[in-house]
């Protein structure tokens, strides 16, 4: 005969805990310090919330995503894009709100070419991105999973992009 026991009581409450949910939204004026103050906002909310995931993809990503809206921002009018940054059941998710209405696709572009890779990173490094219409425009986001432990966190690092889609010969 096989019994078992009851689980204790503090692995019951592990196991049906809410996952905790943090957020917030900072505004960032358009222009060649966005990249920046965005990497900086998001390094500061994962040493601060403690999120286990890579830092190098997360802000190589957020910089790609805040870049791309700058530079296809419509029209003179608009002064800023907003930057939506988010904790919840294992994954950091990063928005990056616009005016613009065109929708992205990742690009092909030859080897030589000195820009239009970044969605390609977006895609490959992390671990879902998308985007969605908003009544301002479109947001465009990615998320990375939270990483088991410290020995795994490069792991992205390493990943493999071809080559001949990255850098010119």
């Given at each position: 005969?096989?019994?078992?026991?009851?689980?204790?009581?503090?692995?019951?409450?592990?196991?049906?805990?809410?996952p905790?949910r943090?957020g917030?939204?900072?505004?960032?004026?358009?222009?060649?310090?966005?990249?920046?103050?965005a990497?900086?906002?998001?390094?500061?909310?994962?040493?601060?919330?403690?999120?286990?995931?890579?830092?190098?993809?997360?802000?190589?990503?957020t910089?790609?995503?805040?870049?791309?809206?700058i530079?296809?921002?419509?029209?003179?009018g608009?002064?800023?894009?907003?930057?939506?940054?988010?904790?919840?059941?294992?994954?950091?998710?990063?928005?990056?709100?616009?005016?613009?209405?065109?929708?992205?696709?990742?690009?092909?572009v030859?080897?030589?070419?000195?820009?239009?890779?970044?969605?390609?990173?977006?895609?490959?490094?992390?671990?879902?991105w998308?985007?969605?219409?908003?009544?301002?425009?479109?947001?465009v986001y990615?998320?990375?999973?939270?990483?088991?432990?410290?020995?795994?966190?490069?792991r992205?690092?390493?990943?493999?992009?071809?080559?001949?889609?990255?850098?010119?010969?």
């Open positions: 005969m096989t019994t078992m026991a009851p689980p204790r009581p503090a692995e019951r409450h592990e196991r049906h805990a809410r905790e943090r917030c939204r900072v505004r960032l004026a358009t222009g060649p310090a966005a990249p920046a103050e990497r900086r906002r998001v390094r500061d909310v994962i040493r601060s919330w403690q999120v286990p995931v890579d830092l190098d993809a997360a802000l190589l990503l910089s790609e995503l805040v870049t791309n809206a530079r296809h921002e419509a029209g003179q608009a002064q800023a894009v907003m930057l939506a940054i988010a904790s919840s059941r294992g994954r950091l998710r990063v928005d990056v709100h616009d005016t613009s209405r065109s929708l992205p696709a990742v690009a092909e030859p080897a030589d070419a000195e820009t239009g890779r970044g969605l390609l990173l977006v895609e490959t490094l992390s671990d879902e998308g985007f969605y219409r908003t009544p301002a425009g479109k947001a990615f998320t990375l999973a939270f990483e088991p432990d410290s020995e795994h966190r490069s992205r690092a390493a990943v493999a992009v071809p080559a001949a889609r990255l850098a010119p010969p």
